[in-house]
C-alpha cells in the first residue's frame, strides 16, 4: 500500500519508526514543509516543501498512486491540513489525521486563553514585562508594537532579524524539556509570563507545570479550527488504521 505522510511532530516521528519496521507491507514517503533547517530524518523516502496548494496535491497523490495519507503536522499547521481534507477527497484518498490533545489548565494554573497571536500580544498590556515566547519563529510580527517589554524567544532555528521585537534575546533549543530545567530557566531570567501556543503534548509541556509551581502567568493561544477528518490521537491508533486499510 502506497502511504503518504504528512509530518514533522513527535507523533509523526514515532509513526516513522513504527513504518520503518513495515516496508514489506507500506511503500511509504514522508512529506516535511521545510520549516526546520535540520530536520531529524527517517529511514524512508522523503521530500521537503510543499505541493502547491490542492491542486498540487491532487496531482501529486494522483501521479504516485497514493491510497492513504496521514496528517501528523503540527496542530497551527491549518493551512496544510485544509490542504489534505480538500486534495484526498478530489482524488478519493483515505485521510487520517494524528491530532494530539491539548493542554487544559489545573489548579494552581494562571492562564490567559487568547483566540490568536494579535490578541496574545494585547493580553501582555502596556506595563513592561519579563516575556518568555514559545510561538515559533514565524509569528512574531504581532509582538512588535505590544509594549515595552524584555523579551526572551525560544525556539528551534533562528528567525529572521526582521522580525524580531526590538531587544529580543535568542534562545535556540530543541524540546523534549524537562520540569527541573523549565523551573531554573523561568527564575533565572526572572520571566513572569510566558507567552505559548497550545500545542498539546508532552515534549514541551514542562514549562507549564514549573510556571504553576512558581505562580508565572500563561497566556495561552488556543488552536484554530481546522476541516473535519477522521482523527486519532497518536502513533499506535495511526498505525492500527493503516493495518486494517491493508487488510
Known amino acids: 500500500m502506497r502511504v503518504l505522510v504528512l509530518g514533522g511532530t513527535t507523533e509523526a516521528r514515532q509513526l516513522y519508526a513504527a513504518l ?42 494522483v501521479a504516485h498512486h497514493v491510497e492513504a495519507v496521514i496528517d501528523a503536522t503540527h496542530p497551527f499547521a491549518v493551512q496544510m491540513s485544509h490542504h489534505a481534507v480538500a486534495a484526498c477527497a478530489q482524488a478519493h484518498v483515505k485521510l487520517l489525521r494524528v491530532e494530539r490533545p491539548g493542554w487544559a489548565p489545573v489548579a494552581g494554573d494562571r492562564w490567559t486563553r487568547v483566540p490568536d497571536m494579535q490578541a496574545a500580544a494585547r493580553a501582555l498590556g502596556t506595563t513592561p514585562r519579563r516575556v518568555l515566547l514559545t510561538v515559533g519563529r514565524k509569528d512574531l510580527l504581532p509582538f512588535h508594537h505590544a509594549g515595552p517589554h524584555d523579551w526572551l524567544l525560544r525556539c528551534v532555528d533562528a528567525p529572521d532579524p526582521a522580525l524580531l521585537p526590538a531587544g529580543t534575546r535568542l534562545l535556540l533549543a530543541r524540546g523534549p524539556f524537562d520540569e527541573a530545567g523549565e523551573e531554573a530557566l523561568l527564575h533565572r531570567e526572572r520571566i513572569d509570563v510566558i507567552v505559548t501556543k497550545n500545542s498539546g ?47
Do not use: N, Y
Open 20 to 61: 520503518e519496521q513495515r516496508t514489506d507491507r507500506f511503500a511509504v514517503t514522508v512529506s516535511l514543509a521545510g520549516v526546520t533547517r535540520a530536520p531529524v530524518l527517517p529511514a524512508l523516502d522523503v521530500r521537503i516543501g510543499g505541493f502547491g496548494g490542492v491542486d498540487g496535491l491532487r496531482a501529486w497523490l
Open 201 to 247: 503534548g508532552t515534549a514541551t509541556a514542562a514549562k507549564l507545570a514549573a510556571a504553576r509551581r512558581l505562580g508565572i502567568d500563561v497566556i495561552m493561544v488556543d488552536r484554530p479550527p481546522v476541516a473535519p477528518a477522521e482523527t486519532v490521537a497518536d502513533a499506535t491508533a495511526a498505525m492500527m488504521w493503516l493495518e486494517g486499510l491493508s487488510e
